[in-house]
């Protein structure tokens, strides 16, 4: 079954007042993975659309034509993928890969059919999708995780020490506007990204993973002189808007992945918050 949700665009003005189930409401994604099914939520913020694919017994392939004005999904779109769960196969325009746990893959715009298959029912793949709109095509790209070199980040004295995969990011593979990659922290380490960022002219949606069962990742979000805060479990993600900071903190460790859309891709427009200027 295929479940299609959108969620509006806010700006900070609508939030002020917000309680926390409306918070929840309108940037919490639950259920991201549903074992044989496809839940897909579609942000108005930059139009980004993000997936989990948990197929089982059977393949399953994201189908959206009349839902986004097209003939077919990735006819005006790219797509971004990773594999969080077991190991499984891709199917892209009758090219079948393996992906085990933590592979991904940059698909161009204009492929008409991706399916995706698990190898082991009792132990699903769980893909990650990310998709933007694209204005032009850039080679369909396989990214293991083992060929990737992570960045090392952060210490321990801070709480991040962290390593930063990056997938679809212009030093890995070519993109219109998506980016998109997966951030490790080490034991003992608690935050995501401290001192905090804005990013004006790109939103960003994270999916937060090996989040342990009695854990919680509070995920702060606003303005920075207005912050808000969402508590987010196991393989739950957040809407982060553009003009909001994106920072969180964990009750243990934990993995996420960032997915990006905008016109800059080399991160060199962060608009750095100061931890004593967060109120």
Known sequence: MQKLTYRHAHGPADIAHWDTQQLRDEFLIEPVFTPGDINITYSFHDRMLVAGVTPTT?????????????DFFLQEREL???????P????????VEKMATQ????????????????????????????????HTEYPTTRISIDDIKPLEMGDG???????IYQYVHP????????????????????????PAHTHARRMEVYLYFDVPEDARVFHLMGEPE???????????????????????????NYTFIWSMCGENKAYTDMDIVQPNEIL
């Open 157 to 163: 004295m801070s709480l991040n020490e962290r390593k």
């Open 171 to 194: 030093n890995v593979c070519q993109s219109a506007q998506l980016q998109m990659g997966l951030t490790k922290l080490a034991p003992g380490s608690a935050w995501n990204t401290m």
């Open 103 to 134: 592979d991904g893959f940059y698909i161009s715009r204009g492929t008409r059919h991706v399916t995706y298959s698990s190898d082991d029912p009792s132990n699903p793949a769980k893909f990650y999708l990310a998709s933007a709109p694209a």
């Open 80 to 86: 971004g993928v990773i594999n969080i769960g077991g």
């Open 88 to 95: 499984g196969s891709i199917d892209i325009d009758g090219r």
């Open 58 to 70: 059977e393949a399953l392939e994201v189908v959206l034509d009349k839902d986004l004005g097209t």
């Open 226 to 252: 207005a912050t808000k805060h969402l508590a987010v479990g196991n393989e739950q993600a957040v809407i982060s808007p553009s003009w909001s900071i994106h920072s969180g903190v964990g009750t243990s």
